[in-house]
């Protein structure tokens, strides 16, 4: 049987070196025109974020629209926005995996690298937020001089601390691990390049001992890889409780209060679908993107696009089940202070956030049931983009008007993010596209090795 | 391809277990009718988690496109033949609503401010017409999965699968929030002033781990009898991992339900957790429901071989079944009064009612399953599921 036949509809079908040639070619070319002009975007969007960071320093943290009864702000609503976005990456490259979904391969090394960027730019709000991020240390249980000073273990801030530092960790190894075979195959290729000048030559060496050094001696002989595949299969059994605790923990912040509107026992697993749900969205966004740019339409083919847009299908509908159960909940349960908070959403002042939120996560995701639609580029990009900005508006009716309604009405007050709070969100996006960015041009975007494995699979399938 | 012969032992055994489960609760009743409701409606509620776990089972199978378990699809299937008993059981307990329900009291409404305000939603003909809503609904969807199936033996028509996914998306939403409503009514309103919005996901984490218990124990029991070869230890290590996973999701469920309340400390809410941890009897009962329905089972469950073995996966499944049952009682029993005291079930009813459900659900399954081909015959994706292996 030809390779033709096999009716696989991932199976890529160049050969070994044209699959080096296609996915490494953005590393080994001199940056794009288009490239250049994002990045300089980016890096402008950091360099203002880097302002405004020390501006607050400087200032205080009264720049913010932070008030009495609104503690928690547009920080949060970055924070829990992006952690939420850094699920996505290790749900694809471990839960995906478990589930034996062979269209990961083509996504999950970009997908990871979204998920670090992401966390490590949620990681930046609560240490600002601490208000002194010079003491952030102390959030480590260790043995201090600091007299009875330790760790409030009752506060599921501290939680927090442990779960995402846990969850970065592993992540970082997940993408580390699976980078070790193409950086191997990196080393490999080095031979062809030769330097025109002497600080060329002195960069070409650096380049060839470092890669030398991070493959770690691979070889990729038969027990290597054999040892390599058990390490992604516990690792992947590690992972996956891991990648449902974090936003399991993030929404512990608000569950474990008694604010109304917050304190819902559903909270975990509505935080967790939420999160895949946007953090699907990116990848989506970014795959679209990227794929592009790169030329690299073959590997990551409107299958895989359709696929994403399933899943973006069911977790929409997961998360409107939760809005349902809540608003069910808080109609049955009699209590006026429950109700009062849900009919404010609905008709409050804050009204225009919840209804921005219903129509993008609520009603945008059903156009993915429909197959044309799915395999639409335009409208996979539209939904991707709209999905985001749902799920930040629902970070945003949870924060916000859960709080600006405090119990006594001479409390209340409006929340009104200052220019510099939307300035942070902005920077924010500028510092996760920065990296991302060096990301796409310093690493193979596609898990080179995994992609050739699958190739080889389907060629031994089709000669039985 | 054959369909399965039930043997004359099984319905021996399954119509002593109707037996027992009869005379047992027709004994409560007689005994102490104020413990013998509750015991029913456990007994209702459990039979009706059984009866859609299969249906649920099979259409999410449908719609995620799995190969793999095309071939215990039929069994999957077949679940629903229980609901039209188990929905003439439903029916009788709505003659115990005034025994179960205290909303149902005008008396006790007229004098209690939070019921009064619930009374739009919380009134017997309302719940009535509800509960039997859900179960024509189930019921239709159920059999129209089923029958869509079987037609496809015949017919061999590659189109009926993406019919059959077309239902089974649908059945999945519909049950979503049918089943949550359930919950709410069968359940969350025998303590009709709590509320938590967990709960429905509670219920649904219990649901489809006794599903998957199940199932395994009718895969295996077929094989037993001959039926069902096409199954082999790779489907069986699926199934194990499909029971490990929702051993762990009932946890994490019950887990953060309980811990978000008690953390919370609100008076309205904690009373739920207060009076099944406080008091001597049911403190012990839900010690136990937590070590025997997670602790245990995770352990046992983490063992690859004894996932990949049916004989060994079929013990711990009736044991975690077990438990699922003891769940709902929990969750029944939990908090009711009776003139201030602490309602603690009959037991002897309660065990004998689990039997009898066990034996309603099995006659009923099996008779279905054995009027048609054991496994879908005339899915393209059959050859696919025969010839699955574990890649990991």
Redesign the interface.
């Known amino acids: 049987m030809s390779l033709e036949s096999v009716k696989n509809p991932f199976h890529i079908g160049k050969t070994f070196k044209q699959i080096d040639d296609d996915i490494m070619r953005p590393m080994e070319t001199f940056p794009s025109k288009t490239w250049w002009i994002a990045f300089l975007i980016a890096a402008s969007l950091l360099a203002m974020f880097a302002g405004i960071l020390i501006y607050s320093f400087v200032k205080g943290l009264g720049i913010f629209g932070l008030n009495n009864p609104v503690g928690w702000g547009l920080y949060i609503v970055n924070f829990v926005f992006w952690v939420g976005i850094g699920h996505a990456g290790t749900l694809i490259s471990a839960i995906l995996f478990l589930f034996?979904q062979r269209w990961r391969t083509s996504i999950n090394r970009a997908a990871e690298a979204m998920t670090i960027f992401a966390v490590m730019v949620a990681a930046i709000f609560p240490l600002i937020h601490v208000g002194r991020p010079w003491f952030v240390f102390w959030v480590f249980p260790y043995p201090n001089e600091r007299g009875p000073l330790w760790v409030n273990w009752r506060s599921p801030l501290l939680w927090d601390v442990f779960a995402i530092s846990t969850y970065f960790i592993i992540s970082l190894q997940f993408w580390y691990m699976g980078l070790v075979p193409d950086f191997a195959n990196m080393r490999d290729r080095q031979e062809r390049f030769k330097a025109r000048s002497k600080i060329g030559e002195l960069l070409l060496t650096v380049k060839k001992i470092t890669l030398r050094v991070i493959s770690l001696g691979w070889v990729g002989s038969a027990k290597t890889w054999h040892h390599y595949?058990k390490m992604v299969?516990i690792l992947s059994a590690l992972a996956t409780?891991l990648v449902?605790s974090v936003h399991?923990i993030v929404s512990?912040d608000f569950?474990?209060?008694?604010i109304p509107g917050w304190?819902?026992?559903?909270?975990?697993?509505y935080f967790v679908a939420g999160a895949i749900y946007s953090g699907f969205a990116m990848v989506l966004t970014l795959m679209i993107i990227m794929r592009r740019t790169f030329k690299l339409e073959d590997y990551i083919t409107m299958k895989h696009l359709e696929n994403i847009g399933l899943v973006i299908l069911v977790t929409g509908?997961m998360v409107s089940?939760?809005y349902?159960?809540?608003f069910?909940?808080a109609a049955?349960?009699?209590?006026k202070v429950e109700q009062y908070v849900f009919m404010n959403r609905l008709a409050g002042p804050y009204a225009w956030a919840f209804w921005t939120m219903f129509a993008c996560n609520v009603v945008s995701p059903h156009f993915m049931w429909f197959k044309k639609l799915r395999n639409n580029l335009t409208v996979l990009f539209i939904i991707s983009i709209v999905v985001n900005i749902g799920m930040w508006f629902e970070r945003f009716v949870i924060v916000v008007t859960s709080l600006h309604r405090d119990y006594l009405p001479s409390s209340w007050d409006m929340y009104v993010p200052t220019i510099y709070d939307w300035g942070m969100m902005l920077g924010s996006f500028g510092v996760f596209f920065t990296f991302f960015l060096l990301f796409v041009r310093t690493l193979p975007v596609i898990a080179i090795a995994e992609v050739k494995a699958d190739e080889a699979n389907d060629s031994l399938h089709a000669a039985h | 391809m054959d369909s399965f012969k039930i043997p004359a032992n099984i319905n021996k055994i399954l119509f002593a277990f109707i037996g027992i489960g009869a005379i047992s609760g027709a004994l409560g009743f007689l005994v102490d009718p104020q413990k013998a409701w509750p015991g029913f409606l456990s007994f209702g509620f459990f039979l009706l988690i059984l009866s859609l776990s299969g249906t649920f089972f099979a259409a999410l199978q449908m719609i995620s496109g799995a190969k793999w378990s095309v071939v215990i699809r039929r069994v999957a299937e077949s679940t629903v033949a229980a609901l039209p008993v188990t929905a003439v059981f439903i029916i009788l307990l709505f003659f115990g609503i005034h025994s179960l329900y205290e909303w149902s009291h005008a008396d006790v409404v007229a004098n209690d401010h939070i019921l009064h305000q619930k009374e739009g939603y919380l009134n017997t003909p309302f719940f009535i017409a509800r509960v039997s809503g859900y179960l024509v609904l189930w019921l239709i969807m159920g059999y129209l999965l089923r029958k869509v199936s079987i037609s496809q033996d015949t017919t061999k028509n590659p189109e009926t699968r993406t019919k059959l996914v077309k239902i089974s998306a649908a059945y999945i939403l519909l049950f979503a929030y049918t089943f949550t409503f359930a919950s709410i009514d069968l359940l969350m309103s025998l303590q009709p002033h709590w509320y938590t919005t967990m709960f429905p996901v509670y219920t649904f984490a219990g649901l489809g781990l006794s599903g998957i218990a199940t199932l395994i124990i009718l895969v295996v029991t077929i094989q037993n009898y001959g039926g069902l070869k096409e199954v082999t230890a790779e489907h069986m290590h699926d199934l194990g991992k499909f029971l490990f996973m929702f051993t762990v999701f009932w946890a994490y469920i019950a887990f953060s339900q309980h811990m978000l309340t008690w953390y919370a400390n609100l008076p309205e809410e904690t009373y739920f957790i207060e009076t099944r941890i406080s008091s001597g009897f049911w403190k012990y009962f839900t010690i136990v429901l937590w070590i025997f329905h997670f602790l245990i089972p995770f352990i046992l469950l983490l063992s690859r071989d004894v996932k990949r073995d049916g004989k060994r996966l079929i013990k711990i499944a009736w044991f975690i079944l077990f438990m699922c049952f003891v769940d709902v009682v929990w969750l029944v029993f939990g908090g009711l009064e009776h003139d201030g005291h602490v309602l603690i079930p009959l037991m002897w009813m309660e065990a004998g009612l689990f039997l009898g459900a066990i034996g309603i659900f099995g006659y009923t399954v099996l008779q279905a399953y054995s009027k048609a081909a054991q496994i879908p015959v005339g899915d393209q994706n059959l050859k696919a599921s025969m010839n699955f292996h574990q890649t990991h």
């Open positions: 034996r595949e299969l409780p449902l399991t512990f569950a474990t209060s008694i304190h819902a026992t559903i909270f975990p697993p509908m089940y939760a349902t159960v809540e069910v909940i049955y349960s009699a209590n």
